[in-house]
């Protein structure tokens, strides 16, 4: 038997399905997704390659930052039920492997983001990868119980990073796409910490709950809800959403109050609310920005068919 023959077989599509999962796909999604509103936002025609390059490298910018993330988390991530199945404490992916995709998209992504579209846009996606990964994941997360509220910015940026790519320059406009995203990601989270709370000691990260307790983290989430259902209609009282927009913003605000409002009235053994909380933040972010993309391109179709 010849030496190629002995060596073992690797599943190529396994390891890709690895490789790729270290970009964790369902947070780039809906940074793309985000990001996309924001480019549609922006005042004047978009080109559509130029759109397509645009979310093609804020996409690999979104993964170069989760997987250093996962680099960087190896440790943490093995202790935790939540993520020892990644790939890297699972030994799936060596930890050099990640650093060097992480590093690899990095430099790719906002190269060719300058490049083909701008540098203005592309010095937002640098920005952002290193607030991640530097200012968030090897600082904040594991020092401080203010880690998400201040590390929400670079989830929060996506779609100041298209509106730009697609302007040249940041918009009031995307900066209250900005807001909304920013005070939408303390509740998401430290609801996701109310019923993984367990998993956060073990690991050693200073969690709201983890620090304050749960009772005071469920207030901060219901304060941040009272301040997040009224920002969520700025597009509307700014003037860039019609009023379908406000009201459809104005059900789904009432609603993460309620949630927010069950979560704060229930028993401290009783982890459904936050599980109920957590699913519908999720659900309120991607419906305010599908809501308002789908605002924009009726109003815009409606005004080339009047003019």
Known sequence: MSIEESRPKVNESRRFGDFFALLKPRVMALAVFTAFVGLMAAPGATD???AIVALATISAG?????????????DIDAVMSRTCHRPIPSGRVIAN?????????????????????????AALLAFTIFFYVVVYTMWLKRSTPQNIVIGGAAGALPPVIGWAAAS???????????LITFLWTPPHFWAL????????????????????????TRRQIFVYSLVLAPVGLLPW??????????????????GFIWYAWKLLAS???????????????????FAIFATLLIDIVVTRAVTAMGS
């Open 168 to 178: 040249n320059q940041i918009g009031v406009e995307s900066l209250v796409l900005f």
């Open 193 to 216: 910490a109310l019923f993984k709370v367990g998993d956060y000691g073990k690991a050693g990260i200073p969690m709201m709950p983890n620090v304050a307790g749960e009772l005071s």
């Open 97 to 121: 492997e990640a650093v060097a995709l992480g590093l690899l998209l990095s430099v790719l992504s906002v190269a060719t983001l300058g490049i083909l579209v701008n540098w203005l846009a």
């Open 62 to 74: 979104a993964g170069a930052a989760a997987a250093l993330n996962m680099w960087y988390d190896a």
């Open 267 to 285: 028993r401290s053994d009783d982890k459904n609310p936050a599980r109920a909380l957590f699913a519908y933040s999720i659900l309120y972010l």
């Open 48 to 50: 559509p390659a130029t």
């Open 237 to 254: 009282a700014s003037g860039f959403a019609t009023g379908v927009y406000g009201v459809v913003s104005a059900g789904l605000g009432v």
